[in-house]
Nanobody, 125 residues
Framework: QVQLVESGGGSVQAGGSLRLSCAASGYTDSRKYMGWFRQAPGKEREGVATIYTRDAIPYYADSVKGRFTISQDNVKNTVYLQMNSLKPEDTAMYYC??????????????????WGQGTQVTVSS
């Protein structure tokens, strides 16, 4: 079992920045990928970024490349999502997730076994 707790969401104006954190506990050594997903009202859950925990290689959705950065602190078992140049279309509930397989780089929600409760990000124009 892996428990995930997100923090750092909030409301910002377009062009602003936020940093999300995801603290993991439990059987953390089983995690292969740690990812961030988002879901806006009426839309499907979308993969945003993920990181391979063994070597910290990141993968990003095209919609956030160059604006978002995913990173990890293995001592703290925490993954971060630095979000810069935020746009109104980034408004969503953001979820942290853990993938125990080697397919996490695909950023498909169905391969992620553990999920946090989510943190809301709202970007106003």
């Amino acid at each position: 079992q892996v428990q995930l707790v997100e923090s750092g969401g909030g409301s910002v104006q377009a062009g602003g920045s936020l940093r999300l954190s995801c603290a993991a506990s439990g059987y953390t050594d089983s995690r292969k990928y740690m990812g961030w997903f988002r879901q806006a009202p009426g839309k499907e859950r979308e993969g945003v970024a993920t990181i391979y925990t063994r070597d910290a290689i990141p993968y990003y959705a095209d919609s956030v490349k160059g604006r978002f950065t995913i990173s990890q602190d293995n001592v703290k078992n925490t993954v971060y999502l630095q979000m810069n140049s935020l746009k109104p279309e980034d408004t969503a509930m953001y979820y942290c997730a853990a993938d125990l397989s080697y397919d996490g780089w695909r950023l498909k929600a169905e391969t992620y076994a553990y999920w946090g409760q989510g943190t809301q990000v709202t970007v106003s124009s």
